[in-house]
């Protein structure tokens, strides 16, 4: 099987409530983690590449090993351009053999937005690659991507005929409430429970129905999805790591927003707290050993597990992978 675009599981997904998962890669292990999740799941896949994992582990050292997973697991996965902030770099991943792509124009005005997503649109399409726009802007920080509370903003439903109309995007990314990183909310923005946990302010499922309402059938994407598992930050922080209220966006809201318009969701930071975590506590564990082998083997397949969590629970894909 070939590399395959994300319309034919955006159509799906949205028609059945569920989500496709798209996962950040930058390695072997994540990329094998993930896609040994999925084959067991026999779940389809999007694994996406930002520019800064672009950067740091190459372009053709990452389509090499997307060959491979394809080869050993014969899923249908399309890989993505995650967070594209120009024309050039869109253009050199779609003639670098990438199926999508995402422009990011959200920190610009709607016209200028326009005109640079439409740029890219028309371009990729011509190569059969699909494109992803974004309106409203999430506040975090995740590779180049630093986005303050007070610069961050909700999506503007007004805006979105508009926008999808004029660049002729496949899918749209909005802004309700998910955030980049491991640290999404201050502690003032959230409440605490009984046992003392943060508790983040919910999803603005308002402003989802209301962009839905106005696309009807068009695929909504959600950027900033990581739940941050507390069991990793606890194994993060029991074993030399820093990482106080860290809190994520609860599984349960997610899976809500998978059964309405959402067919696409983001998932980075959870994958880099099980593998920081498994590294963290094996090296407490084991002083005495240097082998790479040794200390990536239980970090992969704590991503593996995580993944197949995500898949079956959250995502609701498992299983359908057949279709495509």
Known sequence: MALVTSKAMFEDAYKNGYAIGAFNVNNMEIIQGITEAAKEENAPLILQVSSGARKYANHTYLMKLVEAAIIETDLPICLHLDHGDTFELCKSCVDGGFTSVMIDGSHLKLEDNIALTK???DYAHAHGVVVEGELGRLAGIEDAINVSAEDS???DPAEVEEFVTKTGVDSLAIA?????GAYKFTAAQCTRNAQGVLVPPPLRF?????VSRRLPGFPIVLHGSSSVPQNFVKMINDNGGKMPD???IPEDQLREAARMSVCKI???SDLRLAMTGSIRQYFSEHPDHFDPRQYLRPAREN????VKHKLVNVLGCAGKASLF
């Open 119 to 121: 740029k890219v649109v």
């Open 153 to 155: 903003s909700y999506t």
């Open 176 to 180: 309700i409430g998910t955030s980049h």
């Open 206 to 210: 308002d402003i989802l129905k209301e």
């Open 246 to 248: 860290a809190v994520g």
């Open 266 to 268: 983001n998932i980075d």
């Open 303 to 306: 991503i593996k597990q995580i």
